[in-house]
Nanobody, 124 residues
C-alpha cells in the first residue's frame, strides 16, 4: 500500500488543521494506520492509530480531546483532525500502514509502509 500525506501548513496557536493520508494500490480499511510526528532534534512520536476493518481508534492520553483520527472508506483516506494546536505540536507528521490484512492497533502493529510526511508549524 502506498500512502500520501497532505494537509499540513502554518497555523496560529489555538487553530486547527486536518491532515489526510490517502492510500493507493490497496484498500486502506484492511490495515492499521498510524500517525506519527517528529520535531527537529526529537525522536519520532506516535500520535494516533486506527485499526483495520473494525476501525477502533487510539490516541495517547496527552492528545485526547484535541486530536481525532478517522477513516473515510469511500475516499480510501485516513484523517487526523487537530484542534487547539500548540507550538509544541510543530513537527513533520507521517502516516504509516501495517500492511498485514486485518492488522490491529492493539496487537503491536508493524508499520512497514510510510507516507512522505507533511509539515505542521504552529506559530504566531
Amino acid at each position: 500500500v502506498q500512502l500520501q500525506a497532505s494537509g499540513g501548513g502554518l497555523v496560529q496557536p489555538g487553530g486547527s488543521l486536518r491532515l489526510s493520508c490517502e492510500a493507493s494500490g490497496s484498500t486502506l480499511d484492511y490495515y492499521a494506520i498510524g500517525w506519527f510526528r517528529q520535531a527537529p532534534g526529537k525522536e519520532r512520536e506516535w500520535v494516533s492509530c486506527i485499526s483495520g476493518t473494525e476501525g477502533s481508534t487510539f490516541l495517547p492520553d496527552a492528545l485526547k480531546g484535541r486530536f481525532t483520527i478517522s477513516r473515510d472508506n469511500a475516499k480510501n483516506t485516513v484523517y487526523l483532525q487537530m484542534n487547539g494546536l500548540k507550538p509544541e505540536d510543530t513537527a513533520v507528521y507521517y502516516c504509516a500502514a501495517d500492511s498485514k490484512v486485518g492488522s490491529s492497533c492493539l496487537t503491536g502493529p508493524t508499520f512497514d509502509s510510510w507516507g512522505q510526511g507533511t509539515q505542521v508549524t504552529v506559530s504566531s
